[in-house]
């Protein structure tokens, strides 16, 4: 899936700002004229959750409306329009002037309907109903009733509309999309690009790489929709952490002797690659620092706001950060074009969290969690940044699970047969799927949910099962989560738990563990920072304190702590 661009060919507009509003509480719809428009709405900004924009009905998860009227832009002869959203949770319908135009279930990736035919030049009027409730047959499900709302995960289930939403033009015989593979022989890099149109006669595709003193052209007939080309780079300037190169990559259809479409993508030539017990980026072994994170903020919620984006990687950097998982959803597109540009290594997580396998649910599930990873890897699958898929984080126990994962594991080995692919493990939980998955990631809590207070004897029943793991699998092992909370500001001697400093001795010492075991690949704490989860009696405030930074990404002792580690500062 193409990111819309602008250029002589293909143009977009940006629909973020304040659109119309209203909650539908008894889910009656919002009266008998809605199709031109309905009344008694508020405003509300776009994109951002709706839950935290007004002084109530904060925990109102739908169904709810959104509307806006817009101009046709541009004129539309030989293009294709689009409307494209970036992330809206959970259930969307969207109707334009009237008309149904589709349905998308999943909260965290891109969908799109064409609507060449529907947009009229003037007034037309956008209408999208969403619905956050929770439920079991949603991916991620409800659960517990402890919480509120109650959820099966442990974050809140902000709703609404969430990234930016595109209007878009690309031409009718434009490119469709572009599939980038990179290999790498000694100091020569390879990319094997696939270039899909539609059925094109008597037109050429022309490639251009640039960058770091190369220029390289190809030009070629299209025989087929999916036309394949393979540029050698010579001397090539590979990406990683500590040199994110990108070379420009532009592609031209040419038509008659004339430019009929243009697309440009950043590349990054690296290879990823698991070898015994080791992760290879390059060919050489890596070690991920990092976290496990959320896309969250005080009022927009899991809004896409660009500066907290630049904030977020401006404190990984200071910290020493390599890499960060985006747990437990796929994060903006944004994010992940900076992952490219600023060299951090991103393990990829579509939005399945708290799976359950029950009976009557198992099916809906496999085929969400199907949607969901080919949704992500067609979203994400030219980023270098990406080093890995994860299946899912912290599924249930269940007899079911190995051969749920093993359909999915195969699924994503179809769609992309470069980057490792891992699952999350709760602990308590016997994986099944770590038979088949390449790499494997635990979160763990010995000294909190489990020896409370206690981590000495947290550390020793860590490191036994860590090698106990790896005695059965012989696989390289992530740490993908530890933690402990912390309220700021929160001291103790000796530390006590909920103390800063019980936090930063905890990860400490469990980072200690994690650097005397070889086959450990990495270590990613829990969290970056502190979050908004439901309401529930180990969660004061509705917040998770295991942050390393505050909500509003002030430092504790922890990240003091952890630049000192990672980076050798004070
Ligand atoms: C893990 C989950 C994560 C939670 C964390 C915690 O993967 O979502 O927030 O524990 O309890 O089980 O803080």
Known sequence: MLYPQRNKFRHYIDLSGFWDFRFDP??????????????NSCPIAVPASWNDQFADDRDFLGPAWYQIKFKKPWDGENRKTLIRFGSVNYLSDVWLNGELIGRHEGGHLPFEFDISNKIVSEDNLLVVRVDGRLSNLHVPPSGRPMNNPPTNFDFYPFCGIHRPVLLYVIPNEGIRDITVITSIEDTTGFLDVSIETPNLSKASLSLSLKGYGTELMNTSNIEENVQKVTLEVKNAKFWNPESPNLYDLTINIVKEDSIIDYYSLKVGIRT????????LLNGDPIYLTGFGRHEDFPITGRGYVPAIIIKDYSLMKWIG??????????????????????????????PAVGLTFSKDVIDRQLDLCNQYIEELITRDKNHPSVIMWSLANEPHNSLKSGEFFKALYDKARNLDSTRPITI?????????????????????????YLQPGSIDEACEVLSKEMDKLYEQHRKPIILSEFGAGSIPGWHAQPPEMFSEEFQAEFIEKYIDVCRNKPYVIGEHVWNLCDFKTSQGITRMGGM???????????????????????????
């Open 26 to 39: 008894d889910d009656k719809g919002v009266g008998e004229n809605w199709r031109s428009g309905f009344n």
């Open 272 to 279: 990823i690659e698991v070898i015994g017990d080791k992760l």
């Open 321 to 350: 950060a390599n890499s960060f998982r985006t747990s437990h959803y796929p994060y903006s597109e944004q994010m992940m074009d900076l992952a490219d540009r600023l060299g951090f290594l991103v393990i990829d997580e579509i």
């Open 424 to 448: 999350v493990n709760m602990m308590g939980v016997k994986e099944k799927a770590f038979k088949f998955c390449d790499v494997l990631c635990i979160n763990r809590y010995y000294g909190w």
């Open 544 to 570: 998770n304190y295991k942050g390393v930074f505050t909500r509003d990404r002030r430092p504790k002792m922890a990240a003091h702590l952890l630049r000192k580690l990672w980076k050798g500062k004070n």
